[in-house]
T-cell receptor
């Protein structure tokens, strides 16, 4: 398996523009997670899905952020309009819950977003 | 929140020495995991310890868990330059999500 795939790897955009980040989870995984990592705030969970359904979006910072998972092999995280404070590395991760609640999350390489 | 908090924030050692990182969390957990992040990369799972386990080994890694103190430690023995990375603990409770700590930045010098 190729692992979790994210695109683009780098994105530079201007304030006010729409940004769409994409993720393809590992085939067969039931869970998909979106994280944001910054120096100031560390690694933050934004939202996660189970079987394509959003379960917890309490980490989504504000209405400018939205995430979708139209099918088991694709998810998007959209920021509209983008702001400089959204600059961060955005990670997608996927996992499969094993018996006993044990899970290992597999992370993608991340998308480095810079909003000017 | 079951947020893990790692200690120290940064650690610098020489190759061959052992590195110990600590993690504390706030509420009851099902398991606790340690991840490594190399610069510019995503996190990679290292080891998982269940709440009913006290110690676990994997190669040069040794993890302990003390649920009474709500703490865990990660020991890397005979460190190598390639171990240079940030290390995160993550606690899992009743929900499926992990809550990561702020990480320990480990620097292993030759």
């Amino acid at each position: 398996d190729a692992g979790v795939i994210q695109s683009p790897r780098h994105e530079v955009t201007e304030m006010g523009q729409e940004v769409t980040l994409r993720c393809k989870p590992i085939s067969g995984h039931d869970y998909l997670f979106w994280y944001r990592q910054t120096m100031m705030r560390g690694l933050e969970l934004l939202i996660y899905f189970n079987n394509n359904v959003p379960i917890d979006d309490s980490g989504m910072p504000e209405d400018r952020f939205s995430a979708k998972m139209p099918n088991a092999s694709f998810s998007t995280l959209k920021i509209q309009p983008s702001e400089p404070r959204d600059s961060a590395v955005y990670f997608c991760a996927s996992s499969n819950i094993l018996a006993g609640g044990e899970e290992t999350q597999y992370f993608g390489p991340g998308t480095r977003l810079l909003v000017l | 929140s079951q947020q893990g908090e790692e200690d120290p924030q940064a650690l610098s050692i020489q190759e061959g020495e052992n590195a110990t990182m600590n993690c504390s969390y706030k509420t009851s957990i099902n398991n606790l995991q340690w991840y490594r992040q190399n610069s510019g990369r995503g996190l990679v799972h290292l080891i998982l310890i269940r709440s009913n386990e006290r110690e676990k080994h994997s190669g040069r890694l040794r993890v302990t868990l003390d649920t009474s103190k709500k703490s865990s430690s990660l020991l890397i023995t005979a460190s190598r330059a390639a171990d240079t990375a940030s290390y995160f603990c993550a606690a899992t409770g009743t929900a499926s999500k992990l809550t990561f700590g702020t990480g320990t930045r480990l620097q292993v010098t030759l």
